[in-house]
């Protein structure tokens, strides 16, 4: 079963170093980020996780579908991890709901959350 992480707050920059400090070489992880990579980021920002973008804003307000089929395509290579980063935790209860519909039970399992802070 996969294990998907919820990750909120502070900026892209913070997230995806927060992401960072999860990752395990020997575990095979999918991140899910909302937004286009960082121009001024370093050339191999999360180098042992493949990195799926979405476009910018919530993934559950303005791409609730594009979210969904980006979690199929993800799950559909069986990782042990995916991270699901979010801009800010005010949807934090709606996106758990979804994760937590049929069409995921038996499929993935909800790991702790990263709070990366206040967002800037």
Known sequence: MTILHLVYGANQTARESAIKTQTNPTLFAIALLEGMALSNASPDPLESIKVVRMAAGCPCCTGNLTMRVMLNR??????????????NSAHLTSVRDF?????????????????CGITK
């Not at 993800?74 to 801009?87: I, R, T």
């Not at 038996?106 to 990263?114: I, K, M």
């Open 74 to 87: 993800a799950l559909k290579e069986k990782p042990d991890l995916v991270f699901l980063s979010l801009a």
């Open 99 to 115: 994760l937590q519909e049929d069409q995921y039970c038996g499929r993935l399992e909800l790991g702790r959350d990263l709070d």
